[in-house]
């Protein structure tokens, strides 16, 4: 059995995210997208994010809401400089 955490290690494909991005219009033509690019473009959606109502969007879905409680701008911006990409 694989350890769980290096199971978690997967790293994205900028190359698949940069299409994807420009068919979805979400990424301008002409942009490429690296890992920099990428960081500040989730900050700034992340810093925009009401969490709050987002937490009471989720509660229903989730079996002991008290785990939403985490759920913040330094949270998701400590984890996003964990991202690893290929």
């Not at 940069?18 to 301008?28: F, K």
């Not at 785990?67 to 984890?79: A, E, G, N, T």
């Amino acid at each position: 059995m694989k350890n769980r955490k290096s199971a978690n290690k997967v790293p994205l494909s900028l190359t698949y995210l940069q299409s994807c991005m420009r068919q979805s219009g979400n990424l301008e033509p002409g942009r490429s997208l690296d890992r920099f690019a990428l960081i500040e473009m989730l900050e700034l959606k992340i810093n925009s994010i009401d969490w709050e109502s987002a937490k009471a969007d989720m509660r229903s879905f989730i079996a002991d809401p008290q785990k939403l409680d985490i759920w913040s701008s330094p949270f998701f911006l400590s984890l996003i400089q964990h991202i690893q990409v290929e």
